[in-house]
């Protein structure tokens, strides 16, 4: 993985690459930014600067073996650990060196994907996955080995959020005190949801999300797009490559959300007083709760981000409205009066709520159904003068 190859984040390559010349490589770093702004493949990136003694941006002035086993992703002393959970391949005990081919896949078609494309891509995302005290066990026994070719090890670990607390106390003595010559890199979206005491231990470093510019130009260099739709993409992306790919290739589960979410809100206002419309919504309820519960929490949030946009666009903020809903006879600015200071908080706390629960493995049908009892009572409340 070459820094030249990765999008923006030029202040973020110079700190990295100038911290190994300078050989203050901080032996557990964080590296925190929201989907799609490259936190992984800069950190395959440094990774292979560090492994390789690379001494420039372009990464492939070093070791020239070490490099060729970057381009697979194989080499021995870069070590990785993302979420896993069980599959028609693994019955039991899944860790992340039974899915190192599906790894490889993703980070050579997608490196800027999330972890809706990781599900997706191992035929399991009606489940939640997650770091373990298998993982952790399996970490520590890696890294307890020499290297393999004398010099650093890398421990890359996905998606850091969704270790475990049995897991993350596992490796806290580890990554407080590793082996010499031992780096760890985390990655994550969720800087809260990993516990203080890993944190505190952990350089973190932030990435911002991509700028504009930076997209709209990577898809005129790869996909071959017209400037105007570039630009066009490039703003509804939001700073999200991964999401500028989805609608490039028209493979967006954003298409597939916004037709549940428009029916939703629709079948949500007619439903006062109306018998009908109740049906829909519990029949809308049973339909979402037959996918997976990683696709029901993406649709949620996708639904959180809705209602923001609206929002915004209600009070007049549209330099910060990306949102252009493709469905026929909706328009953002006619559904915008409906979202207002009297309600938003409450329908984001309902669907965060709403979140919060599937993630924990309670019925979905019930908790769809109650949302969208009380989402009917919301969007009628009046905004205060």
């Known amino acids: 993985m070459l820094f030249e190859n990765i999008l923006g984040q030029e202040h973020i390559k110079k700190h990295l690459t100038q911290s190994v010349d300078h ?3 901080a032996h557990a770093q964080l590296f925190i930014g929201n989907e799609g702004c490259g936190t992984l493949p800069m950190a395959i990136a440094y990774a292979q600067y560090i492994l390789c003694n690379n001494t420039n941006s372009e990464n492939n002035t070093g070791n020239a073996t070490c490099n060729l086993k970057f381009e697979n992703i194989s080499h021995p002393d870069l070590h990785f650990a993302f979420p896993v959970t069980t599959s028609d391949k693994v019955k039991s005990h899944p860790v992340s060196s039974h899915y ?7 980070l050579k078609e997608q490196p800027y994907g999330n972890l809706f494309d990781w599900y997706k891509l191992l035929g399991v995302d009606n489940k939640q996955g997650q770091i373990g005290v298998d993982e952790a066990l399996d970490i520590v026994k890696a890294l307890s080995l020499k290297s393999y070719e004398g010099g650093y090890k890398v421990m890359l670990i996905w998606m850091a959020e969704k270790m475990n607390t049995t897991a993350s106390n596992k490796l806290l003595k580890l990554i407080e005190e590793p082996p010499n010559k031992t780096i760890f890199i985390l990655i994550a979206e969720d800087e809260e949801q990993i516990i203080n005491t890993i944190r505190s231990r952990c350089q973190v470093l932030h990435f911002p999300p991509l700028a504009e510019e930076v997209i709209k130009d990577a ?6 797009v017209e400037a105007a739709i570039a630009t066009k993409i490039a703003h ?9 790919c989805d609608l490039i290739y028209k493979d967006s589960e954003d298409i597939q959300f916004e037709e549940w979410f428009i029916f939703w809100i629709r079948s949500a206002f007619k439903a006062k007083g109306n018998k009908a419309a109740i049906h829909d919504l519990i029949s809308w309820s049973e339909d979402i709760a037959k996918t997976g519960r990683e696709t029901q929490k993406q649709f949620l949030n996708f639904c959180l981000d809705f209602f923001r946009q609206a929002l915004l666009l209600n009070y007049n903020a549209t330099e910060l409205v990306y949102f252009e809903p493709k469905t026929e006879n909706f328009k953002l600015e006619n559904f915008a009066p409906f979202i207002h200071n009297n309600n938003i908080l409450d329908i984001s706390n309902e669907l965060q709520e709403a979140i919060y629960h599937i993630e924990r493995n309670g019925n979905s049908k019930i908790i769809l159904t109650d949302l969208s009892i009380k989402l009917t009572r919301l969007l009628h409340k009046k905004e205060d003068s």
């Open 100 to 106: 190192l081919k599906e790894w490889r896949q993703l």
């Open 236 to 244: 509804q992306a939001n700073g999200n490559y991964n999401k500028a």
């Open 23 to 25: 050989g203050r490589i």
């Open 219 to 224: 898809l005129i260099k790869d996909y071959n």
